[in-house]
């Protein structure tokens, strides 16, 4: 078996698993998020500073999640233009 195609099949296949997987956990926090959302929104026992912590909360997570799909999109980039 010759060794180019099998790392391009390789690589396309762990790709793939990366990207649904990634997506699916994007979709969640998502969905998460709208909800606490929408369930802090009418609660008055959280004041406004608590709030805005959250909100800076779920700011810090996306971007990170955002940077951390950055770095592994690049990583694959890396790896194909070496097979």
Known sequence: ?????????LLGFNKMAFENTFNTMATFQDQMEKFFS?????????PEDGRKAIDEVVKTLKQGRDDFKKIVDQSFEKFESSC
């Open 1 to 9: 078996m010759e060794q180019i195609p099998f790392c391009r099949q």
């Open 38 to 46: 929408s369930a802090l929104q009418g609660a008055a026992w959280l």
